[in-house]
């Protein structure tokens, strides 16, 4: 209790919280002073007073809630409540300052108006909150808004609600004249006012603009496009999603997070997501290395004729196509006119491209990763509390009744298993179901990891034979169907060993299941890695090392196609085939449920697939991009044909913070780690590929550096910049030092704030006591001087 | 994008991209689900600001208002007369705090309206009750439906009034991440 974290105060129960934050502040000793009167009143029995503080001394258990003392909390809190108060008590309570705001607001409608004082900016430091007096309720949580009073008829304060309504839309315009145009806009968007007001105040904090506005409308035509490009651009500079902003299938997503909710939906954004961080990649690859090559072709090319089998093992036509990388020469083309300014060197071109692409890529991960964990403050948190489930757990998304009826069964049996899991306390367990459940959990770890192992070796062995069955052409695609079964079938025996070991909560089940699964692709791959880099690159096999990056590349490309393949194999069977025969033979009508973990890593493996295998076949981003792109519509027909919504709770917004963590941590910085490996240790063949005759991909860089300083005099001192940035190693420990305290820095403050946070908790916290003692201490107060309307009462 | 649409000025389109979380299509769009829901009453041309409004029984007839159980409550916090009669105003206000880039300190107020059935600004036992009813659909027994009320309050509570104040409402959601991906209307 003492860190924060679930922070239930019980109204009887104030002296255990008290306990366990193990520190006594000075409301317990006003409790303690004033037990003598209150033993006076021990002779009027139903005086709850007297209870309150008798269970001060009686005290001895210190858990919150226990099931022995429910049954009497029920009755404390009920009679803590208005019925035993007299007349007088409850005047005096309803014309508390803070209940009193809530007067204002009920002319109606929802609320409008406050009597908040208006409050300093945001920036005020914390420790200022702490001297806001206690009347004004919303403060400590929400300084950033403040509401203005728009209707007020009929009440008395009404003169000066208006009055305080005027000065605080003053201080609203001041506020957002005196910030830059976005972050006013964006204040502007987040305070809770109505349409009507916003439009208002925008037009007196932003007359200038609005100036501006009217001034470019009078512009000639041709300015127009400028006009809505400056006016697009604002806005997506405001609102930058860019994923959503271009509105790519939003009908089908809206009909499917209809029918199956947010759940079934992150998935289907994950895909979204994932296909436009492909076309950017594709884009960048295409603009500046297919395309120069593309148009002139390297001289010694050959043409093999098209075959279909070609198409599928990726040798044959492809091999010799702008897919591998064995097609790229190291040219330096020379020909046309920009061209001849500063020529273009294909393979430095290579070299940049792929890093380039790598590192935006890994901008706009560790970005959205940010952003996703700023959303989600506690990724690994339990399950959650009651109060969040009744509030937090209905998706507004849904509209399809059967789905809607679902939901509320869904969310009763949630509520049902948390009210006996509260009442009822931990199941005792014995000795010999403990071992038991030991045993069970052990056997099935086993079980996986066995299965684990074997598959990776049979890979790892299957792959040493192949190489010597180089030219036959379908058995070449035996390597990656057998992959791609393992892909599947280990997830079989996974959910089965999950169903034998019955875990107690449903978000363990999923984790352990999302890390068998991670560590099967993970082993898979690092074997394949492994083989590859490790025997192929270095190996001098006649056969292989003549082109052995067309080789690995024609290996991913394979895989990735079979991968497609046995997915598309496993949604007709195992879905659509499923469902028939359960319905038609078996007779259920329960359809399957879609598995999102599993579905998820798939996709984050086929990523992970087109990363390590793009600086071997540039254009495999594209390949990636169709397979996605008919994923999304094989996947959401099977959906509505054959599966129901699930019935377990999913926490969309942490498991969306989780997918898109896997795919930056494991899957994007084990390709960018792959790539950088090759590109700085392997030594590329000489007979392929644009890095002939050179002993690794970097040095290229390094050659065209070295012609390029004596064509340009810019280049040439950004070139000089860079060696001298490079060899100096001060260069390096200088920002990475400064990144470093900047960062530690950070995390202080962070701690600072959360200390501040407990303070803030605690003083609620005891001014909720003192409030409640002045209450009882008032009743106590009156019905001592009024002894025979304090009879009348306690009939009641 | 030409500038063909007569339904508005540029500058109220302008006033709308910048005081709502939508684009220029998406009021568009908006205006013309506003449009079907009455088409004689909705006037096409919104340019001179008309005063008009839907009432409460033809704004949850639409698709993604009909099968929610607070349809009514949404509707009623959004609209200025509390009875659930919405201007075109109200009604892209609704969306837009319902939409995905809101920010969770606004949707968290809303959901407090919505929540809040007597309009107190607390949500006190008997609103958490009718909450709970609502979610879930006669299911529980009333013991349970008492039960679960007492307790969520007991955790949310802070200052110990035995119902949740603004602030302790808000302080439950910041620790419910999903609230944000729940709180959220497709349009």
Known sequence: MANGGNFSVNICEEDHDYENLGESGPSRDSFQVFKEPACNVRGNPEDIQMEMFTKNSDTSDSESTSSSKESSNVYRVRSLQRNNWSAATRRVLSSMPSRKTGLHSSAGMAVRARQTCALPKHQTSSCDSLHIPRATQADITSPEFEEISTEDEGNNLADSGLWCAETNKQQLVSDLRGVSEGEGMRKLRAMPLSLADKMEIRKHSFSPLAKNSVINRNVPCHNLPCMYLSRMWRHCRYTPRFSTSLKLWHSSMKKLSGRYGTGVLSYFTFLRTLLFINLLFFIITFLFLVLPQAIHPPPDSHRVSFSWIGLLTGIGYLSQSLMFYGYYSNITIKTTSITSVVPYCIPTAYVFTITMSFFIICIILVYSMSKSFGKSFQVFKSDGNLSENVFCSWDFKVTKKPSIRLQSEKISTRLKEQLSELTSGEEERTLVQLFRNFLVHVAAWFICLASIFFSALGIYLLSKKAISKMHQNLDLLFMAAVVSGFNLLLPGIFNFCAWMEKHNSPSTRIYVSIFRNLLLKICIIGVLCYHWLGKIAVEQDPQVSKCWENFVGQELYRLLLMDFIFTVLYTFLGEFVWRIFSQKILRKNRKPVFDIARNVLELVYGQTLTWLGVLFAPLLPAVQIVKLFVLFYMKKNSLMLNCQASKKPWRATHMTTVFITLLFFPSFLGAAVFVAYTVWIIKPPSECGPFRNLTNMLESVKLWAERMKDYHQILSWLIRAYNAFTDNPLFLFLPSGVFLLVIYFRIQVVDGQRRIIRRLEKQIDDEGKDKKFLITQLQYLYEENNPNSSHRHRGR | ?187
């Not at chain 2, 299911?139 to 119902?163: F, H």
């Open chain 2, 1 to 187: 994008m030409g500038n063909k649409q007569t339904i508005f000025t540029d500058e109220q389109l302008d006033a709308y991209q910048d005081c709502t979380f939508f684009t220029r299509k998406e009021i568009l769009r908006l205006h013309s689900r506003y449009h079907e829901l009455a088409p004689h009453l909705v006037p096409m041309d919104y340019t001179n600001e008309p005063d008009c409004k839907l009432p409460l029984a033809l704004i949850v007839d639409m698709p993604e208002l009909k099968e929610n159980p607070f349809r009514n409550r949404i509707v009623e916090s959004f609209s200025e007369d509390g009875m659930g009669n919405l201007s075109f105003n109200e009604f892209v206000d609704m969306f837009s705090v319902l939409s995905e880039m809101a920010p969770r300190e606004l949707k968290a107020i809303y959901a407090f309206k919505i929540y809040d059935y007597n309009v107190d600004n607390y949500l006190c036992k008997e609103d958490l009750e009718k909450t709970l009813n609502k979610l879930t659909k006669e299911e529980l027994t009333p013991e349970e439906v008492e039960l679960v009320c007492e307790k969520a309050i007991e955790e949310a509570d802070l200052d110990g009034d035995s119902k949740l104040s603004y602030a302790d409402f808000e302080n439950m959601i910041t620790r419910a991440p999903d609230f944000l991906s729940t709180f959220h209307i497709r349009i």
